[in-house]
């Protein structure tokens, strides 16, 4: 049927060839969803949300009883002490920087286990040939970091490094960012937690979970980490909230981040939720449901450009720690021909050609496709890519798997054209 709308009749048999082969990691899919599903069933329940819920206040929305029982929700589903889900809160990017700027002051140590963070998060640290002067560096904050070594944590190093108890907080990115690692399963994270706690029990841990939410059937609170973070605009946000990102974790760490976020003495007391209360309610509702079609739509991807000789990863059949699916396409015009025909079968501005082009945070150009109801919503299909070797187009999300899988045809075809 799918021919009827433009998709090329050999590219059409190719992808039933594939869903054939995919159908039983579609099951496994299945079987997380569900479970996480039962999670956050259990949460609402549990914490007797009511309607009256879903309104919210205006002005200061001091003590706002919507936005209060969100963050009650969240905290019960990451098995957390407390939580912060702000509407105030406007990316991943910004959540990690009021969370480092609020646990790190003037002349502490922070130690990233994952080798170098992700773009924006360097310029949030001062990395770079032109760091910012609003950088955590640029206010005494000292930073270090140890590499993965094939995609495996260094624990003889860290252990060494972390024995010295002079680190004020280690960072972990569960996804790989744009870099060629892997992403980290939750077992792997367990393990170097188990093994940080055996040298340093003080050290704060904070895991980067974006793009990680809902993909395995536990998450970096109940493994043993002090905080999370992550945005709303990428899984627990499922397409339907339109703003924010959230932090969960211990409560003295989430007070600090709060009185970062608002001001000293204020903390979580005031914040209007700017009638986002239904939306972050409505979306983590849906969350893991669409984080399953996210992951279909990137098995698929996986499965289809493999057989077309793309080296691909992960591939197909691997155990997957986050949504996102990389295609080393080899050339900065396959990229960028790639990431057009995502554009091209999006549901907004179809008929939109991307380019590449200077973005803030980054160092390289970056393509960027995302024809999406929210603006940069990671969790509807999108593709982007810095524009360097190895040309790697870095693609995540699928409302839908019916909606994804037509995306990545068309995305086939525009760069074989």
Not at 45 to 64: F, K, M, R, V, W
Not at 70 to 91: G, H, M, P, T
Not at 219 to 246: C, F, Q, R
Request: proline share 4%; aromatic share 6%.
């Amino acid at each position: 049927m799918i021919e009827k709308y433009g998709i090329n009749k050999k590219l059409v048999e190719l992808s039933k060839k594939v869903e054939e082969k995919i159908k039983d990691k579609f099951k496994e899919i299945d079987e997380i969803c569900e479970e996480n599903s039962l999670k956050v069933i259990n949460a609402f329940q549990t914490c007797n949300l009511s309607e009256p819920h879903l309104n919210s206040a205006t002005g200061y929305g001091i003590d706002e009883p919507g936005r209060n029982k969100i963050e009650e929700i969240y905290a019960k589903i990451f098995k957390a002490e407390d939580a912060l889900v702000r509407a105030q809160l406007i990316s991943g990017t910004h959540a990690l920087a009021i969370t480092l700027s609020a646990l790190l002051h003037p002349e502490d140590t922070m130690l990233s286990i994952t080798g170098a963070p992700y773009d924006t998060l360097q310029t949030v640290i001062g990395l770079g040939s032109n760091p910012s002067k609003s950088s955590l560096k640029s206010y005494g904050v000292k930073y270090e970091e140890i590499d993965l070594i094939n995609s495996e944590f260094d624990t003889k190093k860290i252990q060494e490094r972390l024995s010295k108890k002079d680190i004020k907080l280690v960072e972990i990115q569960r996804s790989r960012g744009y870099s060629t690692r892997k992403s980290l399963e939750i077992s792997k994270i367990e393990k170097i937690i188990k093994e940080i706690r055996e040298v340093n029990q003080e050290v704060i841990i904070m895991v980067d979970n974006c793009y990680g939410e809902f993909v395995e059937n536990k998450e970096p609170i109940e493994i043993g980490a002090d905080i999370a973070v992550g945005s709303l605009m990428k899984n627990l946000g499922a397409g339907i909230a339109t703003s924010g990102a959230y932090i969960v974790g211990r409560k003295d760490l989430i007070e600090q981040c709060a009185e970062r976020l608002t001001a000293p003495g204020i903390g979580k007391e005031i914040g209007p939720s700017l009638n986002q209360n239904t939306q972050f309610l409505k979306g983590l509702f849906f969350a893991p449901s669409v984080v399953a079609s996210s992951m279909k739509t990137a098995v698929f991807a996986s499965g289809i450009l493999e057989e077309l000789g793309y080296q691909v990863d992960p591939k197909w059949n691997e155990k997957r720690a986050d949504i996102v699916q990389t295609i080393a396409l080899g050339s900065a015009e396959k990229l960028t021909k790639f990431c057009q025909g995502i554009q091209k079968g999006s549901p907004i501005d179809s008929n939109v050609l991307p380019e590449p082009g200077d973005m803030g945070g980054y160092e390289d150009k970056v393509i960027m496709a995302a024809g999406t109801f929210t603006q940069g919503s990671t969790i509807e299909l999108s593709c982007d890519g810095p524009i360097r070797e190895p040309y790697i187009a870095y693609m995540q999300g699928g409302l839908t798997y019916e909606y994804g899988k037509y995306g990545i045809l068309k995305a086939i075809e525009e760069m074989c054209h």
